[in-house]
């Protein structure tokens, strides 16, 4: 694997990432995965070591309290921190916290940042992003119905969402709420702090997800908001702006995901490589099996098309672009790769792929769920075709050299 993408320091800081993982993470999963008391302890003594080793929160910059340098940066740390499925957890940078923690950056007010992101960005504190309801279809936020209505000083929002991850045990959410239905379709919503202890929040349970319903930030909440009051100090970003934060959250937070896919797809490429390796069956290795050379051959081809495309939309995104058509053509077509890749991975393996003597089993639980989360692939699809035909309508058509 080429590592001419990235600078120097960056590989440096990456190769310190993987000595942490190596020495402390990968011998821990499977006491993590069990989920009980103990898991959670061990996770708070592997949070503090991150912490004393200065790698903690790399998705945020040091004036919110991270060790982050950029895009591109924490691109190149997570391929190592992808490979396992806790390592974000463990260096404070996981999903939904890190997404909420950077528009908290971005758009917080000076009060918002201490009483929320700092926290959050300590660690201290999780939080929820609540937008996706049961009852409308979260692919069109324009359905969204979730309301919060003026009253004095304050808003008070009535709504019932779903899959709002991590709620089970965070601190505070942030509510995607229809403030003013009449103004035009994408000024409707505003985006609401609100601290999980308000009068009027319910987590009503944690929904299974393939079977798994999770405890604490693994979870997928259904939350009910009734008659939760919150100050007008708690708007996020504006009044009518929550469209435009969800695009500026979900872009980001849409890469974020990528990039740890990468890391969970390069780890099942290697078991699969070394097992097909060892393996013998019919006269020879599984290695010597054509079918199973076409699965090496096309994996390595959609891994490296996939970091190609990765780091291309870092950059973009580095370099202050929103990077729309790139981070959806990326989105969807990672999604695929990491479902196609694990499942490989299993298929050379054999039963064995579907024990817990490889972690293939829990990558693929987790990684079905990617062609659906923040943004299925249709949609995904639908924004690339379409601004592709629209440059094509209005102008020279598309580049991809830009
Ligand atoms: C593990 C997980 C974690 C999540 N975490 C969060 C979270 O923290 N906070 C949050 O708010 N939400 C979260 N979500 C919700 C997620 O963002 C939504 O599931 C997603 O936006 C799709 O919305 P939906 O489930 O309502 O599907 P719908 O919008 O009802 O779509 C159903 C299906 O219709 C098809 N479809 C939709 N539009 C089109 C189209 N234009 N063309 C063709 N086909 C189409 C797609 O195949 C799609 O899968 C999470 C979901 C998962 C699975």
């Not at 950056?105 to 960005?121: D, I, N, S, W, Y």
């Not at 919503?189 to 349970?205: K, Q, S």
Request: proline share 4%.
């Amino acid at each position: 694997m080429s590592d001419a993408l990235f600078p120097a320091d960056y590989l440096e800081a990456r190769d310190r990432y993987r000595g942490f993982m190596d020495e402390h993470i990968y011998p821990s999963e499977a006491a993590i995965e069990r989920e009980d008391d103990d898991s959670f302890l061990l996770l708070d003594e592997l949070r503090d070591r991150a912490r004393a080793e200065g790698l903690w929160a790399p998705h945020v910059p040091p004036e919110a309290g991270g060790t982050g340098l950029g895009f591109l940066y924490y691109a190149c740390l997570n391929e190592e921190i992808g490979r396992s499925l806790y390592a974000q957890l463990v260096f404070g940078c996981q999903a939904p916290d890190a997404g909420n923690a950077e528009i908290l950056h971005l758009f917080g007010t000076e009060a918002q940042k201490e009483q929320f992101l700092r926290p959050l960005v300590a660690g201290e504190v999780r939080s929820f992003f609540a937008m996706t309801e049961p009852d409308v279809a979260g692919s069109d936020p324009t359905l969204l119905r979730t309301r919060a209505v003026r009253d004095g000083d304050d808003w008070v929002i009535d709504g019932h969402k779903w899959f709002s991850s991590g709620a089970d045990g965070a601190g505070f959410a942030i509510v995607f709420a229809i403030t003013d239905p009449e103004a035009e379709q994408h000024r409707r919503g505003t985006m609401l702090l609100v601290p999980a202890d308000a009068a009027g929040v319910e987590i009503v349970r944690s929904v299974p997800v393939m079977g798994h319903a999770g405890r604490g930030w693994n979870t997928h909440c259904e939350v009910r908001f009734e008659g939760v009051r919150v100050s007008v100090e708690n708007v996020l970003g504006g009044e009518g702006e929550a469209f435009r934060l969800a695009q500026k959250r979900l872009g980001p937070g849409r890469i974020h995901h990528v990039m740890r896919w990468l890391g969970q797809m390069q780890r099942a490429f290697e078991l699969m490589c070394r097992y097909a390796n060892e393996r013998e069956a019919f006269g020879g290795p599984l290695a010597e099996k054509q079918t199973v050379q076409n699965w090496v051959a096309d994996s390595a081809a959609e891994i490296q098309a996939c970091r190609l495309l990765t780091m291309d939309a870092a950059r973009k995104i580095d370099g202050g672009s929103e990077a729309r058509v790139e981070v959806s053509l990326l989105k969807f077509y990672a999604a695929n790769a990491l479902v196609q890749v694990i499942d490989r991975a299993i298929q050379v393996h054999g039963a064995r792929g579907l024990t817990d003597e490889t972690p293939l089993a829990q990558m693929a639980l987790h990684a079905r769920a990617a062609r659906i989360y923040d943004g299925p692939d249709e949609v995904h699809r639908m924004v690339v075709a379409r601004r592709i035909l629209k440059s094509f309508r209005d102008g020279d058509g598309w580049s991809f050299a830009d």
